[in-house]
């Protein structure tokens, strides 16, 4: 993450049409959304783990909590797939 801002501060000078948001949604935000997708795939195991050894109240918030990781992650990856498969072709 510090790559992008000490390049935005190594080039700022020179190109006024640069700022950091560009610099953000261009370099940043690609990296950290499939670290984003892999830590909600990690979220929704601990839950499903912490499901199976809770009590009946306990179990359905977990669960829950599951499915709420697979529908952002579900979203996240179609957001991003389009991104991906152009950059890839």
Same mark, same amino acid.
Request: charged fraction near 15%; aromatic fraction near 12%.
């Given at each position: 993450?510090?790559?992008?801002?000490?390049? %935005?501060? %190594?080039?700022?000078?020179?190109?006024?049409?640069?700022?950091?948001?560009?610099?953000?949604?261009?370099?940043?935000?690609?990296?950290?959304?499939?670290?984003?997708?892999?830590?909600?795939?990690?979220?929704?195991?601990?839950?499903?783990?912490?499901?199976?050894?809770a009590?009946?109240?306990?179990?359905?918030?977990?669960?829950?909590?599951?499915r709420?990781d697979?529908?952002?992650?579900?979203?996240?990856?179609?957001? %991003?797939?389009?991104?991906?498969?152009?950059?890839?072709?």
């Open positions: 993450m510090l790559v992008p801002l000490i390049d %935005w501060l %190594w080039v700022h000078s020179a190109d006024a049409e640069r700022n950091l948001w560009e610099i953000f949604a261009t370099m940043v935000t690609p990296v950290m959304a499939p670290l984003f997708v892999v830590l909600l795939l990690i979220d929704f195991v601990m839950s499903q783990v912490h499901a199976a050894d009590g009946v109240e306990k179990r359905a918030i977990h669960i829950r909590i599951g709420l697979l529908a952002i992650m579900a979203i996240t990856l179609l957001f %991003w797939i389009p991104y991906f498969s152009t950059i890839v072709s």
